[in-house]
């Protein structure tokens, strides 16, 4: 807002200082008309040959050195200011002789004679209006009274209706008779501007009421203001404002029919222009909610008096710069307030909620933006190209103005975009496997999505505003692929990783939480980018591991997992005891409630694997969620064992029977603590998650 104050404050203190320097030039009346025998000689002259070739060769060769271009623009700037200021000077003198033939006007034909007879018609025709309105509020008075404290929306389809059945009632009333044109040209005219300020006031009125924010749609509509008494200053401020607006453009329009002169009309309106200037100064100094320091303050009287000087010099496009920046940051948070508050009380929820949210919301803005920017290009379209002297600065103000929707546009795609993807990245709960599955993938590949989405937005969007600019993109597109492939070449390795990467997203082959392992490299997937896996190990050190290095994946936390568990016992043990035994325990575990959720099929005896050299193999399956199987088979183990020594089955182990010393014991000695290192690393294999 800063710079939007810089841009509309710096031109306007300009202007002003070269109006002020030429000052003492501005009441020079213009000079007496020739007679019409000097004319005609004049003409003669300048119909002659010879005198054209003269002066033809008089006129200065034009130059398109940049610095005389400039200081020519300024002077006829200066020059333009100069003469408006100076004719609107000189119709001030002219104010007393056209106030009494515009008073013979009205006399003659328009009130006929007949003095007041316009007031008369007016107050007629607003006095059939509100009773046609009084009527129509009546009778919704049983339904409004129980409704407008609660729905914002029937509060406003109400004060609709009635106004409509005023302007109806009033206009209609009129329109229904014949009248001579300038009557009925100026009734119409007051009688629109009449029913503009009423729906001004009406809109604020509600906005007022029912702009509150709300934690909760169920909640009651809050007013936009804390106090009543800041309710009554903004709402007789507005009407202020638009009283002065509207009744000054319908009179400032009427004059010229009346026999005005276009000055005089200007000066008209310029006389309603500082009823709005004092309007806005009061405001400033007056506000019930915060007025600032004074420096602000003053700095802002002085910036609206300035705006006031500049469209008195008659720079509208410095003067709507200049409102537009101290009006719009606040209308747009207003507006944004508003249509937040209106969009939590929709009753839509899930996708739609989250689209019509950031239309209403989002589009509000940027509806607000857009209107402020057509306006700017409407003005600067007629003024712009002749202030600057040359059509290159109004086709770059042009393209300025189209940037600025374009840019709108893209923010309201990305803002739409943003909040779907967030919205289904959110939904990370479902009931069944397959649902928590599809939920794991999404928020994968979401982000990426997104991170991608952006990018494609941004870049399409910036083309976009400079090939409205008239800056040539073929060549920046053929420049960045040239660079894209010169990056290829030289970057093989990351192109390799981003593509695997993307492959391994399309194939689901591991999601953020997940065990897996691939080569040398094991852990828990905790995140990824573009080119690489982060990888947690459970004993804890992380590896960033490239996807073009993964190659094949083991995913060990998908679906469920099978655990192969081998007991060896005695020869002399009753192995139908021990399936029993091994049975009943993978029952037990199915039912402790510890287990119970991670058990797909309890613990199980498959039969005899093999027969070894000391014992008899036993062969045991448990099926059960991934990462779960560990904490099963461990109290399992414990259990076996337990079991089996109390029923008399012996666990093999290896034993070694020595005859004699010597050689031969130390040999035996040395094959039975090998025997015993191995059984160790066996078990701590298997230990192993």
Do not use: C
Not at 169 to 184: C, D
Not at 624 to 639: D, E, H, N, S, Y
Request: glycine share 10%.
């Amino acid at each position: 807002m800063k710079n939007m104050l810089r841009l509309g404050f710096l031109p306007a203190v300009v202007v002003l200082l070269l109006a002020l320097l030429q000052g003492t030039s501005l009441a020079q009346q213009p000079s007496p008309d020739l007679p019409p025998e000097k004319a005609k000689q004049f003409l003669e002259l300048l119909s002659d040959p010879e005198l054209k070739a003269w002066l033809e060769g008089k006129i200065p060769a034009a130059t398109d050195e940049p610095g005389l271009s400039i200081s020519e623009d300024i002077l006829s700037l200066e020059a333009g200011i100069r003469a408006r200021i100076g004719a609107l000077g000189a119709a001030i003198p002219r104010l007393p002789e056209e106030l009494a033939r515009a008073a013979g006007v009205v006399s003659r034909d328009v009130n006929s004679g007949r003095p007041g007879l316009v007031m008369g018609i007016l107050a007629v025709l607003i006095a059939a209006g509100f009773g046609a309105e009084w009527l129509v509020r009546r009778a919704l008075a049983r339904t409004r009274s129980a409704v407008v404290q609660e729905d914002a929306g029937q509060a406003i389809l109400f004060e609709t209706v009635a106004l409509l059945t005023f302007a109806l009632a009033s206009a209609g009333s009129f329109l229904a008779l014949g009248w001579p044109p300038l009557l009925r040209r100026i009734i119409l005219t007051l009688l629109l501007a009449f029913i503009a300020f009423r729906i001004v006031r009406a809109a604020a009125r509600l906005l007022f009421a029912f702009g509150g924010a709300m934690s909760d749609p169920s909640d009651r509509p809050t007013p936009l203001f804390e106090s009543e008494a800041s309710t009554r200053f903004w709402l007789w401020r507005v009407s202020l404002v638009a009283g002065f607006l509207l009744f000054g453009w319908a009179i400032a329009s009427l004059m010229p029919g009346l026999g005005f002169s276009r000055e005089v009309a200007e000066l008209a309106a310029f006389l309603f222009g500082f009823g709005i200037l004092a309007t806005a100064i009061d405001v400033v100094w007056q506000r019930p909610d915060g007025r600032g320091s004074l420096v602000k303050q003053s700095f802002l009287t002085l910036f609206l008096i300035v705006l006031w000087v500049a469209w008195v010099a008659g720079l509208l496009g410095v003067l709507w710069l200049g409102i537009f920046a101290l009006v719009l940051p606040t209308a747009v948070r207003g507006v944004g307030a508003a249509a937040q508050a209106f969009a939590g009380r929709s009753k839509h929820s899930g996708a739609m909620g989250v689209v019509l949210n950031v239309l209403i919301v989002r589009g509000a803005r940027a509806v607000v933006i857009a209107a402020a920017v057509a306006w700017l290009a409407y003005i600067w379209r007629i003024r712009a190209a002749s202030l600057a002297g040359s059509e290159s600065a109004g086709f770059l103000i042009t393209g300025l103005l189209n940037g600025i929707i374009i840019l709108l546009i893209a923010d309201l795609l990305w803002q739409l975009s943003k909040a779907l993807i967030e919205y289904r990245m959110n939904l990370a709960h479902g009931s069944s496997a397959d649902e928590l599955a599809r939920s794991g993938r999404l928020r994968t590949l979401l982000p990426i999505f997104r991170n991608a989405l952006a990018v494609f937005i941004a870049a399409v969007t910036v083309l976009t505003i400079l090939a409205g600019l008239g800056v040539q993109i073929l060549p920046l597109i053929a420049g960045a692929g040239i660079f894209g492939i010169a990056i290829g070449f030289g970057s093989q390795t990351l192109v390799k990783d981003v593509l695997s990467g993307v492959f391994y997203m399309m194939d689901d082959a591991f999601r953020v939480g997940e065990y897996i392992q691939s080569g040398s490299y094991k852990g828990t997937v905790e995140s990824f980018s573009l080119r690489s896996v982060r990888l947690r190990h459970h004993r804890g050190p992380v590896y960033t591991v490239p996807f073009g290095e993964l190659g094949a994946v083991q995913n060990m936390s998908r679906d469920w997992v099978i655990d192969k568990i081998t007991i060896g016992v005695t020869y002399d043990s009753d192995v139908d005891l021990a399936r029993k035994l091994i049975k009943k325990i993978g029952q037990e575990l199915a039912a402790d409630p510890e287990f119970a959720a991670d058990t797909i099929e309890p613990l199980k005896m498959q039969g005899i694997d093999n027969f070894g050299d000391y014992a008899i193999v036993l062969r045991m399956k448990l099926m059960t969620k991934p990462g779960t199987q560990f904490g099963i088979k461990r109290r399992a183990l414990m259990m076996i064992k337990k079991a089996f020594a109390e029923n008399g089955i012996k666990i093999a182990v290896p034993t070694v029977h020595v005859e004699s010393g010597g050689e031969t014991a130390a040999a035996a000695h040395q094959a039975y603590e090998a025997s015993k290192k191995s059984n160790a690393a066996l078990e701590v294999v298997r230990d192993t998650p």
